[in-house]
């Protein structure tokens, strides 16, 4: 496909449902339906008899939402939250790994549980696989987004064993959806927001995997924009991008030209946002994706833009477009090229989409 200055997205769309039901469609990149035939992308499950299924049996939980995914040495790895709904107590959070062509069965790997106290809903997970090092996941747990609080896990073995939750220093949320990034100095940058006294994005920075921590002054006043979720896009060794989620109808944004220490102002672009989440990645050859809900109100359509630089996107891919909540999700592009996106599919599956570019 073919967008401004000549952008190209050369390969196909597949898409799966991760909670092994296996594959749903093989879809063109213009977005149209393709036979099923074609064998499972990676992250579909094996056995061509689920094709097309959407049935809740094999889910632990009768709602989940809120995915996020990384890529390991022994493959990839999803988490998410799920319960009987969200803000219930009984919310935990969730994962699978990847092996042999299919997701494992999800396993509940962190609680709400606090010693001597009630349970509290879990909230968005956000993965991050430290290079020579644990597996992370952060996650809020907590009784409303504007009173959680910042929690970590950690895992030697990509996902199998999970180390004891660990509460955040106080102040500290952690990614508060979207992964974060490491930066050519060390710092991994976490992108962050609070709820408590308006919607207000935030950075927090750690150079030791969550010990020690730093972190930015509020970006925004959350009046003239109320903004929360951020994503981050790298466009140099200094230059970083911030896309928001916004309750003022546009995805916003901010620029940092020294590494994420200082901050331009809050600007919307021209990209709509019905206050649903979104993220984005930076490709290896530079080129910038994002995923997003391209519309004024409502979570449907889901669709992948490019962009060259940030600024001018071209949609490239639709992930659904049918009535429903189609909303929240995680990519990463993984050491072998292709794109891994997750996403929410109806509050009932988290769906994996698998992109070639």
Known sequence: MHGRGGMIWKGPLRISLLLGLGLLANLSRAGG???????????????????????????PFRSCHASTIVETAGGLVAAWFGGTGEGNSDVGIWAARHEGGSWTKPAEVARGVEPGGPRHPCWNPALFQAKGGPLLLFYKVGPSPSRWWGMLVTSPDGGRTWSEPRRLPDGI??????????????????????EHAGWRVHLEMTRDWGAHWTKTEPLNDGKEFGAIQPAVLVHGPKRLQ?????????????????????????????????????????LQDGRHLLVYNPVPRGRTPLVVGLSPDGVNWQTIATLEEQPGEYSYPAVIQAGDGLVHVTYTWKRQRIRHAVLRP
């Open 33 to 59: 339906p393709q036979p099923a035939a074609t064998a499972a992308a990676p992250g579909a499950a094996a056995g061509p008899a689920a094709a097309g299924g959407t049935s809740n049996e094999s889910a």
């Open 173 to 194: 949320l952690g990614p508060i959806k979207n992964k974060p990034v490491l930066l050519p100095d060390g710092v991994l940058l976490c992108p962050s927001s609070t």
């Open 242 to 282: 911030l896309l928001c989620r916004s309750r003022q109808g546009k995805v916003t944004q901010c620029w940092s030209e020294d590494g994420g220490v200082t901050w331009g102002p809050m600007t919307a672009t021209s990209l709509p946002n019905p206050n649903s989440g979104i993220d984005a990645v930076t």
